[in-house]
């Protein structure tokens, strides 16, 4: 049997991306346990015999073989012994292939990135630990695997994770210098393509778009007033304590900086709120700002320091109070808005009037999937059509403890189903002309390297 964890691994194994048609992929899924049928090991074959020489380098029969586990765990069909040695076929081809690929980008002096694959060996662990249930049982997976320890497995990724690193970063380095040109793919090409593979399309899913005013609950002019007496108290305090800056913004600031004493961190500008982005870049460091007012109520800002383009900077933040009857005149003004548009009122000019810029909602959502919107907006659009206006509904606003309200027109639809022609030629064009200049080059170096294949799946025999 096929240990679960070197199923795993050796899902992760590095090899050259096929050059067929794919279309459409899904997501990566965990590989599942293999059957003790599924593991190939042909009886009497060298499981370390030489499948390949390359270059100066060989491709043993051992990693073709596990390749082929690894691609049957992870879902190859394999449903008579043809097509398991088309399957073997296959994989040793991309073996060489990739090999061919590595060679090339050290004979470039291309370098893979270092803290990129530690990154992506971490992930890599994560993902495969979070599949087994306690540690022991990870460890002992671990162990039926091979591995003696996890740092051994760390090692055997890193090696393969830095391989894949080079194919690309060589083939990137081919394109940018010009050395890869894209190869014209004709119209009755891309017809033959997607003909041969739509029945391995999955479903497109729903997708929709909406333009959309997004009306936030504001506070009573009295609410305001309560919110400005309290941020001049602490502007007056701060005269007289500066040093105290920090400890203030923990105790009074109202926003998620409070308990890290306002920070904001380093600022290019434009991230912030024209009125506020104004003032942190005209204060020089250690100059406590006058107080600012914006569409999240009350600020008092201190840089702390500078360096070209960016500066790093505090505030405390006084929000006025909002209740039910702030929602409720929201919602009312909501409706009003809804109504006019309706009416034939222009979307530019009510977005203009209306819409809450400063909570950095867009006013346009071109295509999105439907699965992907929060749950009001998928409530908010069942059943409706192609241009409908639709009734105000609440969007939960977490920063000031109340509710948005959202008045959208349906701009885009389309519902699930299959892939057509049209959806698909762009994608089909560029993938084609992609997998040919990609097997121009491979056949280049082909030509250019020393390549004998010795291992015969057909005949489960490897020539000396």
């Not at 599942?32 to 100066?56: N, R, S, Y």
């Not at 590595?102 to 803290?115: G, L, R, S, T, Y």
């Not at 929000?319 to 929201?330: I, S, Y």
């Amino acid at each position: 049997m096929m240990p679960r964890l070197l199923s795993l691994l050796t899902g992760a194994a590095i090899i050259a991306a096929p050059l067929s048609v794919t279309l459409a992929q899904d997501a990566p899924k965990p590989a599942p346990k293999a059957a003790a049928t599924d593991t190939v090991q042909p009886k009497g074959l060298p499981v370390d015999g030489i499948a390949a020489v390359v270059g100066d380098q060989v491709v043993l029969v051992s990693e073709v073989l596990a390749a082929v586990n690894s691609a049957r765990s992870a879902g190859a069909k394999v449903n008579s012994a043809q097509d398991l040695v088309k399957l073997e076929q296959e994989i040793l081809q991309q073996l060489v292939e990739a090999e061919l690929l590595v060679q090339k980008a050290k004979e470039m002096k291309v370098e893979a990135n270092e803290a990129e694959l530690q990154r992506s060996i971490d992930d890599n662990e994560k993902q495969i630990r979070s599949q087994f249930k306690t540690e022991a049982e990870f460890k002992a997976a671990l162990k039926e695997a091979g591995f003696g320890t996890v740092d051994e497995w760390r090692k055997l990724q890193n090696d393969q994770l830095k391989r894949r690193n080079l194919q690309q970063e060589a083939v990137s380095k081919l394109k940018r210098d010009g050395k890869m040109t894209a190869i014209n793919v004709t119209e009755a090409e891309i017809t033959e393509a997607f003909e041969s593979n739509r029945t391995k399309l999955p479903r497109k899913e729903a997708r929709v778009g909406v333009r959309q005013v997004v009306i936030a609950t504001k506070p009573s002019e009295e609410s305001k007033k309560k919110a400005r007496a309290k941020i001049d108290s602490i502007r007056v305090e701060l005269d007289k304590h500066p040093e105290d800056f920090e400890n203030i913004a923990k105790k009074e600031s109202m926003d998620g900086t409070k308990e890290l004493g306002g920070d904001l961190g380093w600022n290019r500008r434009g991230r912030m709120v024209p009125e506020f982005d104004r003032m942190m870049f005209a204060l020089n460091p250690g100059i406590i700002s006058p107080v600012v007012e914006t569409g999240f109520g009350y600020h008092i800002i201190r840089v702390d320091r500078v360096q070209p383009a960016e500066v790093k900077a505090r505030h405390i933040l006084i929000r006025p109070q909002l209740d039910t009857a702030d929602e409720r005149r929201a919602k009312a003004l909501a409706d009003s808005i809804a109504a006019a548009w309706r009416a034939g009122g222009s979307f530019d000019s009510l977005s203009v009037k209306f819409h809450d810029a400063a909570g950095g909602e867009d006013k346009s959502i071109p295509e999105y999937p439907r699965s992907e919107l929060p749950e009001p907006y998928r409530n908010a659009l069942e059943g409706k059509k192609l241009g409908d206006i639709i009734d105000p509904f609440p969007m939960p606003d977490p920063s000031a403890g109340v509710n948005k309200f959202i008045v959208a027109q349906v701009t885009f639809l389309d519902e699930a189903g299959e892939y057509t022609l049209k959806e698909m030629r762009e994608r089909l064009r560029s993938q084609l002309s992609e997998e040919r200049s990609m097997r121009r080059l491979i056949d280049t170096l082909k030509k250019q390297t020393y390549v004998s294949v010795r291992y015969d799946p057909s005949k489960q025999t490897v020539t000396p």
